[in-house]
């Protein structure tokens, strides 16, 4: 009885309430000042009374509701406090919680379409240079040194002035297909406003390896890489013009690592960040340019980038021939976090394209074996390398699909180097994943 009472009081009351909130709300659905409008829709003693018991009821509903969702995990709503007593206070902007970024998951990165080839051409990840020194194999005119970063790992070549060119001493060679990786860090513009970022060049040259013209060499592109925009601009000599294109999607961000991807295929151009494509431009750059020199320039930016991780390698190789008729694939498309067997999402591509073959042939059994560079204790390694194996068997059968009972995994550890761990080229080499067709 005292229950349908209660409710009877409730049902009243809580109308009398609606039409006191219904003037509490604008147009666009946002509550003015609660306390300043229930003092305007007062009529009585008794409603204000009334409305005073119903928020307390409600207050304690909240309250229980909370304390039951907190005993049962759930995240408890901010909006169910209970109201601010003065206008003072309910009138204070709450701070946003400002939230980690989360993980990149592996599905995200589906328009990952490049596959990074079986031959590593070039890496430089400055670990071989002193922190403080400027690195061995580079030149500039302006400055710049190799530091470490306390919320990224491995050396990094700080580019710290502005108008300045920073160029790799050494010439390429490089194929018609080939893919470009390496990782950035920018900085913020001391006031905010400047563009930061950094171009960068690669192009046909001869004779001194620092070139700071605007367009280096004979031929080649500058891609511009900045916090709002990537842009392209190929030239070549006796051209009319230089073709160009540009986007602001998916651009750099600042003070965070950037894993960027540029696949060069003759005339076409791709850039990759952030799980997608961000350029695919098929006639951006001239005909018949070959490119053996890199270069970086910050003419015109603001904020200091640092750089790690240039990764060259021929583009795509054949999985399919590979895995069927030779029996053997290396791959340097499966990236793994520092010391860790937790695959990146920028493997995607390279999952995909062998869970391809091996799905449209469903009696291939294969042995995913791991191998590290010599780098750190040989024990570590080995267990390193056959739980980076088991990582792969895990993902190929639980993301694409494949018949974990075809997959075998082994680790080599740093037992079976394809190359001497002298450099960091030679070392990314033997840092691989290799499938081996065991039927």
């Known amino acids: 009885m005292k229950t349908r009472l209660f409710i009877a009081i409730l049902s009243f009351v809580l109308s009398l309430s609606i039409q006191t909130l219904s003037a ?20 009585s003693e008794g409603i204000e009374k009334g409305l005073d018991a119903v928020e307390d009821g409600v207050k304690s509903v909240f309250t229980k509701k909370d304390k039951k969702s907190k005993e049962e995990g759930e995240e408890s709503d901010e909006n169910s406090a209970s109201e601010e007593s003065s206008d003072e206070t309910s009138a204070k902007a709450k701070k946003p919680e400002v939230k980690k970024d989360e993980p990149a998951k592996l599905a995200s990165y589906t328009k990952y379409d490049f596959v990074p080839g079986d031959q590593v051409i070039l890496f430089e990840d400055f670990s071989q240079d002193e922190v403080g020194d400027f690195p061995a194999l580079w030149t500039t005119d302006g400055s710049g040194e190799v530091r470490t970063l306390n919320n990224f790992p491995g050396k990094w070549l700080y580019l710290n002035a502005t108008e300045a060119a920073y160029s790799l001493m050494k010439d390429l060679e490089l194929p018609d297909n080939f893919i470009l990786e390496f990782d950035v860090v920018p900085t913020e513009t001391e006031d905010n406003e400047g563009v930061s970022g950094f171009y960068l060049s690669l192009y046909n040259g001869t004779g001194e390896f620092l070139d700071n013209g605007i367009y280096p060499g004979v031929s080649g592109f500058n891609l511009t890489c900045s916090h709002d925009q990537w842009k392209v601009n190929g030239y070549k000599e006796g051209a009319n013009e230089s073709t160009a294109g540009e986007t602001a999607l998916a651009p750099i961000e600042i003070n965070k690592l950037n894993h960027v991807i540029i696949w060069v295929q003759k005339r076409r151009l791709r850039v990759y960040h952030k799980g997608q494509k961000a350029l695919d431009l098929p006639t951006a750059l001239y005909d018949g340019v070959k490119y053996n020199r890199f270069r970086i320039s ?110 075998e995994t082994d680790g080599k550890g740093e037992s079976q180097a394809i190359a001497p761990n002298d450099n960091p080229a030679n070392k990314a080499k033997n840092r691989r994943v290799e499938f081996i067709k065991v039927n």
């Open 298 to 407: 910050l003419w015109g930016m603001q904020g200091f980038p640092f750089i790690s991780n240039l990764r060259f390698t021929t583009a795509k190789p054949d999985t399919r021939n590979k895995l069927l008729t030779e029996g053997k694939l290396v791959s340097y498309g499966i990236y793994f976090d520092v010391n860790s067997d937790k695959i990146k999402p920028e493997s995607y591509g390279a999952l995909n394209d062998i869970a391809k073959v091996l799905n449209e042939n469903p009696t291939v059994k294969v042995k995913i074996v791991g191998h590290t560079d010599a780098d750190g204790d040989d024990a570590k390694n080995m267990d390193l390398s056959k739980r980076r194996a088991a990582s792969v068997k895990e993902e190929l059968s639980k993301t694409f699909g494949v018949n974990a009972a075809n997959l």
């Open 24 to 43: 509490q709300i604008d147009v666009k659905g946002k509550v003015k000042d609660q306390s300043v409008n229930r003092a305007d829709q007062r009529t």
